[in-house]
């Protein structure tokens, strides 16, 4: 990490993260193939502005660009400014964080939340050129492009429709806070205050199996996600 780096982690941390996406749901499961290119690549961590633009390139793609986790709204605030300020709304379009609503029991209590689906990435999309890549890249909280080099590298049209469908989906996804053999207490239901150890968990038909001890004998119960919560 370079001393520009270094300034602009000081200044940020100095102002604390983000307060509000709850950070704690970074660990749920996200979307293998997008992950892949988003989560695999490595952000250079130069701040040249020598950067590979094919000659009369002029088309609008998204790219994706490398934060602190926690700092994610604050550097989207931060770009947004200097495209303002900068005068480029007519090269950088959109500044987006991929996010997604949740639903989790907690005290026996349903709360929805949002989490960042790519925790420490943000999307832009832009027409790539030395002028645009300088002004996202030397945004504070910014410390790279993904990509190889100096060479940011655009998400596929069908990666970018599979982000914007995952946070345009209607019904918030349920988040499971247990995993097969660990004990659990049911909080709805018939069995409501029985506890139990999980069995089999069902991601399709948010369905979980619960093993309850009835009488001295094990026996299956199967519910939804909501009416379990971990012991």
Not at 13 to 25: F, R
Not at 70 to 83: A, C, D, M, P, W
Not at 210 to 222: D, K, L, S
Request: aromatic letters at 6%.
């Amino acid at each position: 990490m370079d001393a520009q780096d270094e300034s602009l982690k000081d200044e940020l941390i100095s102002e604390g993260p983000d307060e509000s996406v709850d950070e704690t749901l970074s660990e749920t499961q996200s979307d293998t193939t997008v992950a892949a290119v988003i989560l695999e690549s490595t952000p250079p961590t130069g701040t040249t502005s020598e950067i590979a633009v094919e000659p009369g390139s002029e088309q609008r793609s998204w790219y994706v660009i490398h934060c602190y986790s926690g700092y994610e709204n604050k550097v989207r605030h931060n770009l947004e400014q200097r495209i303002e300020t900068m005068g480029m709304k007519d090269r950088i379009f959109d500044v987006v964080i991929p996010t997604q609503e949740e639903i989790e029991v907690r005290d026996g209590k349903r709360r929805t939340v949002v989490k960042h689906v790519f925790p420490g990435y943000v999307l832009v999309n832009m027409l790539l050129s030395e002028e645009s890549w300088y002004v996202v890249r030397n945004t504070p909280g910014v410390t790279g492009f993904v990509g190889m080099g100096n060479s940011p590298t655009a998400l596929r049209p069908e990666e970018v429709s599979q982000i914007l469908k995952r946070m345009e989906a209607e019904a918030p996804h349920v988040r499971v806070t247990y995993k097969t053999g660990e004990r659990v207490r049911i909080v709805d239901g018939p069995f409501n205050d029985f506890r139990g150890t999980v069995a089999e968990i069902d991601m399709e038909r948010s369905k979980v199996r619960i093993m309850v001890n009835f009488f001295g004998r094990e026996t299956p119960v199967e519910l939804d996600f909501l009416q379990v919560e971990k012991a």
